[in-house]
């Protein structure tokens, strides 16, 4: 069955399920009557369960068929996420639906709360560190907004595989690069690296077409050892000084922030540091060496 039979199937399911939930409504409302509310979802809890009765339902149809429009694993997701966050899903659908930057704002959402989840516990300070980063990007109002959806995708199983693949297929090369370094920030955080974290954004890396050199360039910017300023150039130790020299040449020209500058201003702001550190990972390299 492909993507185009199953979204028809599931739109057509949207539609049949709206007509009868009609069909079912008290024929009191609108006249004084009232009516018992809907049993709350299994498991109990809030969040987007108490959105949901207290909108007869609708909202989280709403939120799937949005989910629908931005399409694949992440739709599925957001469009969760948005059937809670009722007011605010026409200005997030304008602002980000179908545009470079919409589509990295919406990956990098997803794929936080994938390592945020990964250690089974969510800390204030990864917390921060998000509202920090799509505040500074965004903007306040916008920022807030994406952490609200982030705190409603948090509550989701998170499929990795499939999610990462789906950026896979859409995400320029350069983009890719900057939601590695990103996530890595998250994970460092709390000023720790678990496990469970770095292996996480290693399946992601995998999974969205990054190499492992990549892989290790990026996370030696953050995880730091003996020979991080090496790895971060993609090279070892035995490299001649015109191979190091080569290698940042090179790696500048895979990094520079302009290389992003189609996601906005914002984004390439961001990107800038993960510069500046492979320009300190050249000097320390030259330091070390004794040459300029």
Same mark, same amino acid.
């Given at each position: 069955? =492909?993507?185009?039979? /199953?979204?028809?199937?599931?739109?057509?399911?949207?539609?049949?399920?709206?007509?009868?939930?009609?069909?079912?409504?008290?024929?009191?409302?609108?006249? %004084?009557?009232?009516?018992?509310?809907?049993?709350?979802?299994?498991?109990?809890?809030? %969040?987007?369960?108490?959105?949901?009765?207290?909108?007869?339902?609708?909202?989280?149809?709403?939120?799937?068929?949005?989910?629908?429009?931005?399409?694949?694993?992440?739709?599925?997701?957001?469009?969760?996420?948005?059937?809670?966050?009722?007011?605010?899903?026409?200005?997030?659908?304008?602002?980000?639906?179908?545009?470079? !930057?919409?589509?990295?704002?919406?990956?990098?959402? @997803?794929?936080?709360?994938?390592?945020? !989840?990964?250690? *089974?516990?969510? @800390?204030?300070? #990864?917390?921060?560190?998000?509202?920090?980063?799509?505040? !500074?990007?965004?903007?306040?109002?916008?920022?807030?907004?994406?952490?609200?959806?982030?705190?409603?995708?948090?509550?989701?199983?998170?499929? @990795? *595989?499939?999610?990462?693949?789906?950026?896979?297929?859409?995400? +320029? &090369?350069?983009?890719?690069?900057? /939601?590695? $370094?990103?996530?890595? %920030?998250?994970?460092?955080? +709390?000023?720790?690296? $678990?496990? +469970?974290?770095? =292996?996480?954004? #290693? *399946?992601?890396?995998?999974?969205?077409?990054?190499?492992?050199?990549?892989?290790?360039?990026?996370?030696?910017?953050?995880?730091?050892?003996?020979?991080? &300023?090496?790895?971060?150039?993609?090279?070892?130790?035995?490299?001649?000084?015109?191979?190091?020299?080569?290698?940042?040449?090179?790696? &500048?020209?895979? $990094?520079?922030?302009?290389? @992003?500058? $189609?996601?906005?201003? +914002?984004?390439?702001?961001?990107?800038?540091?993960?510069?500046?550190? /492979?320009?300190?990972?050249?000097?320390?390299?030259?330091?070390?060496?004794?040459?300029?």
């Amino acid at each position: 069955m =492909d993507m185009v039979t /199953i979204i028809i199937l599931v739109v057509a399911g949207i539609f049949i399920f709206s007509i009868l939930s009609m069909r079912k409504k008290p024929t009191g409302e609108g006249t %004084g009557n009232t009516s018992s509310p809907p049993p709350p979802p299994p498991g109990g809890g809030t %969040g987007t369960g108490s959105f949901f009765r207290g909108r007869g339902g609708y909202g989280k149809w709403i939120g799937g068929g949005l989910g629908w429009a931005f399409g694949g694993p992440i739709g599925a997701i957001l469009g969760f996420a948005l059937g809670s966050m009722f007011e605010g899903v026409n200005t997030i659908k304008q602002n980000y639906q179908g545009t470079p !930057r919409g589509d990295f704002a919406m990956s990098l959402l @997803v794929l936080s709360a994938a390592v945020m !989840r990964a250690d *089974q516990k969510v @800390v204030k300070s #990864e917390l921060d560190f998000v509202r920090s980063f799509f505040i !500074r990007q965004f903007g306040d109002d916008e920022g807030n907004r994406l952490v609200l959806m982030l705190r409603e995708i948090l509550k989701q199983e998170i499929n @990795v *595989q499939e999610v990462s693949l789906q950026v896979r297929h859409y995400m +320029d &090369a350069p983009a890719k690069l900057q /939601i590695l $370094h990103y996530l890595f %920030g998250i994970a460092s955080s +709390d000023g720790l690296y $678990h496990p +469970d974290e770095v =292996d996480v954004i #290693e *399946q992601i890396s995998g999974f969205i077409g990054i190499s492992h050199a990549d892989f290790l360039s990026i996370k030696a910017m953050f995880v730091k050892d003996t020979n991080w &300023a090496y790895d971060v150039l993609e090279v070892t130790r035995e490299a001649s000084n015109e191979e190091i020299k080569k290698a940042y040449r090179e790696m &500048a020209k895979k $990094h520079h922030p302009d290389k @992003v500058s $189609h996601l906005g201003e +914002d984004i390439k702001r961001a990107a800038t540091e993960k510069f500046q550190k /492979i320009n300190a990972a050249y000097d320390e390299i030259k330091r070390q060496r004794g040459i300029s």
